[in-house]
């Protein structure tokens, strides 16, 4: 199995900070990473596809970059309605998840 | 507008069954291929099962490989997944994602809410 290794676990950012967030795969997976945010009881919402392809309708403040083993997705400017938990998924064998990443505001 | 509804949660006991629905609607239910991902209180997103839009093919994690079946009546626009052998650490909310292709589970662009299956004695 591909072992998806996210990082940090949660962070603390201010309302127009810039965030990022850490997905290491246990190997080369390509470009077949995906961002998913999840809000407190609800369920998750794709955001960005094969590493950098925003979804329709998510906003441009979102973005995703890499491929290979390393890839970042970034929040350009925080806003309070981006707190959230965000995963990343990896399809090039079967599906995994990362373990998430808790955005809170400071 | 897309639609996926699951139904068929609730409290099973340790080793029992349950089978989960996912009733679907707004696209053409047989050209892509679904998934069944699943969450744990408190905890991340497990991917469990997949299944091809023909029903042809099916695939499944581990920890549910032998105890979990996944089927689609693709005349009703229904996805379904047989649980059997339930232990606690399956207690989870179960989703029905639907997959981006119709070969292989690639990305989820539609979920549905979730239905809670809990396992206990």
């Known amino acids: 199995d591909i072992q998806m290794t996210q990082s940090p676990s949660s962070l603390s950012a201010s309302v127009g900070d810039r965030v990022t967030i850490t997905c290491q795969a246990s190997q080369d997976i390509s470009n077949y990473l995906n961002w998913y945010q999840q809000k407190p009881g609800k369920a998750p919402k794709l955001l960005i596809y094969d590493a950098s392809n925003l979804e329709t309708g998510v906003p441009s403040r979102f973005s995703g970059s890499g491929s290979g083993t390393d890839f970042t997705f970034t929040i350009s400017s925080l806003q309070p309605e981006d707190i959230a938990t965000y995963y990343c998924?990896?399809?090039?064998?079967?599906?995994?998840f990362g373990g998430g990443t808790k955005v809170e505001i400071k | 507008e897309v639609q996926l509804v699951e139904s068929g949660g609730g409290l099973v006991q340790p080793g029992g069954s349950l089978r989960l629905s996912c009733a679907a609607s707004g696209f053409t239910f047989s050209s892509y291929a679904m998934s069944w991902v699943r969450q744990a209180p408190g905890k991340g997103l497990e991917w469990v099962s997949a299944i091809s839009g023909s029903g042809g093919s099916t695939y499944y994690a581990d920890s549910v490989k032998g105890r979990f079946t996944i089927s689609r009546d693709n005349s009703k626009n229904t996805l379904y997944l047989q649980m059997n052998s339930l232990r606690a650490e399956d207690t989870a909310v179960y989703y029905c994602?639907?997959?981006?292709?119709?070969?292989?589970?690639?990305?989820?662009?539609?979920w549905g809410q979730g239905t809670l299956v809990t396992v206990s004695s």
């Open positions: 998924q990896q399809y090039d064998n079967l599906p995994t």
């Open positions: 994602a639907k997959c981006f292709g119709i070969a292989v589970a690639d990305y989820f662009d539609y």
